[in-house]
């Protein structure tokens, strides 16, 4: 009797523990399920999972409503029910072999159609024997029925061991390639070996304590499943809410133990449940707060975690934002991971390189929705396990160093950019004082001064308005030292005022030609960018024929591109000279200010010389 009512206890205790674990993996899996897709045979183990979680479910609900009434129809739907869903087990199980296997499987349509076969009868041998159970219909084989679960098991045992044994044979060069990989194969086949043993061992003496086994198989080839498929998971559920059952269990049965004076002296009116609920209230109010405890505990203790989640983030926080280059940051945070999870972590921030499946964990760095990297973290050397609490850490810290990598990398950006503008300053300095050289320089003045002394005796007023463009020659430039930018309309008046002074010099010897697209005068550029053009032109062009001399400005849009044009009808540069100080210096200035975006080139030929400009409208 005692030995009856210890066998009840210990099935009612893993009933409940069984429905308790099944069904909160079963939440895990439609969880993960709506966050990312499954592969294609990544739903058989959240569907093992299911039926396992029913069952259990079902067992509990059909012991208390045995306890209520035997012969209720409640009593008979729940023994139906319990048929049906565990004749699905041992096609699952099977299931689960073929999808690790499959891949290397000879014929494997063959196989297909074995798996469909085999859903087919354990689906119709579940419903015989659940309306049998039920005592719904009468086949005269009740006794055969009662071992039908530990034979389709054994059958599942056997097409597992098949599966197996097929696969083994063909070279699998990347697969298995650590230890913790081998391992699970070897233990599989030992479980299923047990599953056909059991299952002969039923059909030989029936309705024995052998009938039991078939359920603590089963149990074992989940565990084993479980551990190398979601291996966190599988800690996260056997040591902390393990532990939290097995202190509640402990608790309330203390707690009915010590209190069946109380409880039998309760009034037997209505007001007895209500006195039952305030009693049992405190523990429920409790029992968050003793799972917190209890999980610190074992997190300190066992798995020797020296931060919480919360002092985990700052901890890494305040070890990572002060980084100034990437290799900076990407050393502080492996050395922060390594302090925080006490295993040797590394940081990439190029979505190359995986890292592998071993026993750590990984992360995916992301920036904008595109990967930008990962972290991994080995197995920790003292062989204590990550657990999913490890997981979400280690997912939200990759989150945290990814918005630290986008601040660093826009500082560092921006340190560039500051670089750059000073590196222009001082370019642009050094192009306005060449430029204020240029124009003001004795040859230049001299020309200009003795042109204007020319046309004074005959024609005075053409030497006034030569003075006027000569003062606003100068105006521009000093005015300019100021401002490094102007509009294109603005540098064109500039050098239709230089031309003129120039023409005050050459006479008819000088022709100039205009045409500028009134869309274009808005544009920006930088000044002085022109004029040492329409200078070259006159230098190497005008001065260098004999004749008439034509200087030629268009400018236009092309795009969103400015596209200016000098030409002259001259020999252009000698082939010796090197590139002038005036266009080197532009040169120079484009490239800092739009890099490879702009564009200097120049053609001689014999009708002439052309120089094209090439910048950004928009900068």
């Not at 305030?278 to 997190?299: G, K």
């Not at 972290?375 to 939200?396: G, H, T």
């Amino acid at each position: 009797m005692l030995g009856y009512k210890l066998l009840y206890l210990a099935s009612l205790i893993t009933f409940t523990f069984g429905a308790l674990t099944f069904s909160v993996l079963a939440l895990f899996y439609w969880r993960e399920r709506r966050l990312r897709p499954q592969p294609d045979g990544g739903s058989v183990l959240p569907a093992f999972t299911v039926v396992c979680a029913a069952a259990f479910l079902i067992n509990i609900a059909r012991q208390v409503a045995a306890a209520l009434s035997e012969d209720s129809a409640w009593v008979t739907a729940l023994t139906l029910a319990l048929g049906v869903v565990t004749g699905f087990v041992a096609p699952l199980l099977f299931h689960l072999v073929y999808a690790e296997e499959r891949g290397d499987l000879p014929k494997p349509r063959l196989w297909r159609w074995v798996l469909a076969g085999f859903y087919a009868l354990s689906g119709i041998a579940a419903v015989v024997r659940g309306l049998e159970g039920a005592e719904l219909v009468s086949t005269g084989w009740g006794e055969q029925l009662d071992s039908l679960p530990a034979v389709m098991l054994g059958a599942a045992g056997a097409l597992g061991l098949a599966v197996q044994t097929l696969s083994r044979r063909l070279p699998k060069p990347a697969r298995r390639h650590q230890a913790t990989r081998r391992r699970q194969p070897i233990l599989l086949r030992t479980l299923l070996c047990l599953m056909v043993v059991c299952a002969a061992v039923n059909v030989a003496w029936p309705a024995t304590l052998a009938s039991l086994l078939p359920d603590y198989l089963v149990l074992g080839f989940f565990c084993v499943t479980l551990y190398y498929q979601e291996r966190l998971v599988f800690f996260d559920l056997l040591i902390k809410r393990g532990a939290f059952f097995l202190l509640a269990l402990v608790g309330l049965t203390l707690l009915f133990a010590l209190g069946t004076r109380v409880f039998e002296r309760l009034p037997g009116d209505w007001s007895r449940p209500w006195i039952c609920a305030l009693l049992l209230l405190p523990f429920w109010l409790a029992a968050p707060w003793v799972y917190h405890r209890l999980e610190l505990a074992i997190d300190r203790r066992w798995l020797r975690r020296r931060y919480s989640p919360a002092d985990a983030e700052r901890q890494f926080v305040h070890a990572v934002q002060s980084a100034a280059t990437d290799v900076d940051l990407q050393r502080r945070a492996s050395e922060s991971l390594n302090d925080i999870f006490q295993a040797r972590a590394e940081v990439r921030f190029t979505p190359e390189g995986q890292p592998g499946d071993g026993g750590g964990l990984a992360a995916e760095l992301s920036q904008n929705g595109t990967p930008s990297g990962w972290v991994a973290l080995d197995e920790r050397p003292n062989s204590i396990p990550f657990m999913s609490d490890d997981r979400r850490l280690l997912q939200s810290l990759a989150r945290t160093l990814g918005v630290v990598l986008e601040n660093v990398r826009f500082r560092q950006q921006r340190r560039e950019q500051e670089e750059r503008e000073q590196q222009l300053r001082w370019l642009a300095s050094r192009a306005e004082l060449k430029a204020l050289r240029a124009q003001i320089n004795p040859h230049f003045l001299f020309n200009a001064l003795n042109a204007i002394a020319g046309l004074i005796p005959g024609q005075p007023e053409l030497a006034d308005e030569t003075v006027e463009q000569l003062a606003e020659v100068f105006r521009y430039t000093l005015r300019k030292s100021e401002k490094e930018w102007v509009r294109l309309d603005e540098e064109v008046e500039f050098v239709t005022a230089y031309l003129r002074v120039e023409k005050a010099r050459f006479g008819e010897r000088l022709e100039t030609d205009f045409h500028v697209d009134s869309a274009a005068g808005a544009v920006p550029i930088p000044a002085m960018t022109i004029q040492p053009l329409i200078e070259n032109a006159i230098k190497h062009g005008v001065s260098a024929v004999e004749g008439r001399g034509r200087v030629g400005l268009r400018a236009a849009l092309e795009g969103q591109c400015l596209r200016v044009e000098v030409t002259d009808n001259g020999p252009g540069f000698p082939p010796d000279t090197p590139l002038g100080h005036g266009l080197r210096n532009i040169s120079e200035r484009l490239k800092g200010y739009y890099g490879e975006s702009a564009q200097l080139q120049w053609e001689c030929g014999p009708r002439g010389t052309k120089v094209t400009l090439r910048i950004p409208c928009a900068f």
